[in-house]
């Protein structure tokens, strides 16, 4: 295990991302504080990663021990104070400049100097996010890809003043963790939001032109380029809200027109269809599974 970093922490551990970036880490592992300033968010995700961790046991893709192991490395807490004794804290809060930087600054004010700080941002700069914070050198960016307790892929993104033995600290605990780090710029979008954002907007567009509906739009994309999951399914799982944030986030820098929200995912929004965590988006949904379990 790393000599640097042996306990992580993840700020927002009770929303979708946060808790697949926990798992990441505890199935390393490291021992993880789970911070989020709502219990019943926590008490949400522990019952989810547990019937995660329970599926892949019964699949034969790890023991029960190994299961009540990494469980146990799971800490939770809605004191951000439990964060003092991480080397490593990665936020994964609401995608808001300004929410960002003011929890860097408390992270500023509770954790030691070593600490290093990650975010999970997709559309902010992270030069900005750092500027929230008296030490912007050790802040870095780690966009993990939803759901991230089974994608790969972190694109790992220094701001202009991350220092350099910081983001390879970082990107050396990101593979020691079994995923796969690519380095970007600080530009929105990254690699790979930059190319999805628009094209999960043109398959809104297609529902919205009558081209197909949302199960075959998917199926087709899945059966004909080999994806995993069709961009239908991951606008529900990464929010419909979230998605129009990445469009609004995009547009105004790239003036593509692919990447402005199309007009029917603001009124499914305004609807109060949000995907998975309402419940109903493009599909309907029941019960409280994390995906992949």
Same mark, same amino acid.
């Given at each position: 295990?790393?000599?640097?970093?042996?306990?992580?922490?993840?700020?927002?551990?009770?929303?979708?991302?946060?808790?697949?970036?926990?798992?990441?880490?505890?199935?390393?592992?490291?021992?993880?504080?789970?911070?989020?300033?709502?219990?019943?968010?926590?008490?949400?995700?522990?019952?989810?990663?547990?019937?995660?961790?329970?599926?892949?046991?019964?699949?034969?893709?790890?023991?029960?021990?190994?299961?009540?192991?990494?469980?146990?490395?799971?800490?939770?807490?809605?004191?951000?104070?439990?964060?003092?004794?991480?080397?490593?804290?990665?936020?994964?809060?609401?995608?808001?400049?300004?929410?960002?930087?003011?929890?860097?600054?408390?992270?500023? %004010?509770?954790? =030691?100097?070593?600490?290093?700080?990650?975010?999970?941002?997709?559309? #902010?700069?992270?030069?900005?996010? !750092? /500027? $929230?914070?008296?030490?912007?050198?050790?802040?870095?960016?780690?966009?993990?890809?939803?759901?991230?307790?089974?994608?790969?892929?972190?694109?790992?993104?220094?701001?202009?003043?991350?220092?350099?033995?910081?983001?390879?600290?970082?990107?050396?605990?990101?593979?020691?963790?079994?995923?796969?780090?690519?380095?970007?710029?600080?530009?929105?979008?990254?690699?790979?939001?930059?190319?999805?954002?628009?094209?999960?907007?043109?398959?809104?567009?297609?529902?919205?032109?009558?081209?197909?509906?949302?199960?075959?739009?998917?199926?087709?994309?899945?059966?004909?380029?080999?994806?995993?999951?069709?961009?239908?399914?991951?606008?529900?799982?990464?929010?419909?809200?979230?998605?129009?944030?990445?469009?609004? %986030?995009?547009? =105004?820098?790239?003036?593509?027109?692919?990447?402005?929200?199309?007009? #029917?995912?603001?009124?499914?929004? !305004? /609807? $109060?269809?949000?995907?998975?965590?309402?419940?109903?988006?493009?599909?309907?949904?029941?019960?409280?599974?994390?995906?992949?379990?």
């Amino acid at each position: 295990m790393s000599a640097a970093i042996k306990t992580v922490g993840v700020c927002g551990a009770g929303g979708t991302m946060g808790a697949g970036i926990a798992i990441v880490a505890a199935r390393a592992g490291f021992d993880v504080i789970c911070y989020d300033t709502a219990d019943a968010a926590l008490v949400k995700a522990v019952d989810q990663s547990r019937a995660f961790f329970g599926k892949s046991v019964e699949r034969g893709k790890m023991s029960a021990a190994e299961r009540d192991a990494v469980m146990a490395r799971l800490k939770h807490s809605t004191d951000i104070g439990a964060l003092a004794a991480c080397d490593l804290v990665i936020e994964a809060v609401f995608e808001e400049l300004s929410v960002k930087r003011k929890l860097l600054g408390a992270l500023d %004010a509770v954790c =030691p100097e070593h600490t290093i700080f990650g975010s999970n941002t997709s559309t #902010l700069s992270i030069t900005e996010i !750092a /500027a $929230g914070c008296k030490r912007p050198d050790r802040v870095v960016g780690m966009h993990f890809c939803l759901p991230a307790q089974l994608m790969k892929l972190v694109e790992m993104s220094p701001g202009l003043l991350t220092s350099d033995t910081v983001f390879k600290a970082a990107w050396d605990w990101t593979v020691q963790c079994g995923q796969k780090p690519v380095k970007t710029q600080d530009k929105p979008g990254f690699i790979l939001n930059a190319l999805l954002v628009p094209f999960n907007n043109d398959a809104i567009r297609a529902i919205e032109a009558g081209v197909a509906d949302a199960a075959s739009i998917d199926t087709a994309i899945k059966t004909g380029l080999g994806y995993k999951m069709g961009p239908l399914e991951l606008i529900d799982l990464i929010g419909l809200d979230t998605q129009i944030r990445l469009s609004e %986030a995009f547009y =105004p820098v790239t003036l593509d027109p692919r990447a402005a929200c199309p007009p #029917l995912l603001r009124r499914m929004v !305004a /609807a $109060g269809l949000l995907g998975r965590k309402s419940g109903r988006g493009f599909y309907d949904y029941a019960g409280n599974t994390m995906f992949g379990a």
